[in-house]
């Protein structure tokens, strides 16, 4: 198994936390968060997607609900920047270490900022990215923020 493990899951196990490897097949390229909640049989409110975004001088990552759209005043209120906006898809991997539809808020190149949006912190677990397309990780929404040393925050246009 160790073989086929992510980077994302070897820093989970270093730090002895929990976690649940959720797999789904991406063969048809649906990967979009609503799709790939569909297929691992979650609910969109538990299945986070990861958005990086950035100021003129920071980046800054974002974890919330795939059915939601990140609210980029309340995201630049948390980050305590005036102004952000998304991080080009073609930037990501630069940065991150990731690409899109495998972005995991664990184990990026840097340690970045990172802001888990509220709700979560209601749910027992949620799932996120395990850093490849195809694998996900169900986890608790504590430990996400242990391990990327998150802040919870309110991050989403609200319906």
Known sequence: MSASKTNAMRILDGQH???????YDYQDGKIDGMNVAEKINRAPEMVFKTLVAHSKQN???FVIPVHKELDLKKAARSAGEKKIEML???DLQKHT???RGGCSPVGMKKLYPTF?????LELETIVVSAGRIGTQ???NPQDLAQ?????FAELTHTA
């Open 97 to 99: 270490g990731y690409i």
């Open 137 to 139: 990780l169900e986890l």
């Open 147 to 151: 391990i990327t040393q998150a802040q």
């Open 116 to 120: 888990i949006d509220q709700p979560a």
């Open 17 to 23: 936390l929990d976690y649940n490897i959720l797999g």
């Open 59 to 61: 980046l800054f990552v």
């Open 88 to 90: 080009p898809v073609k």
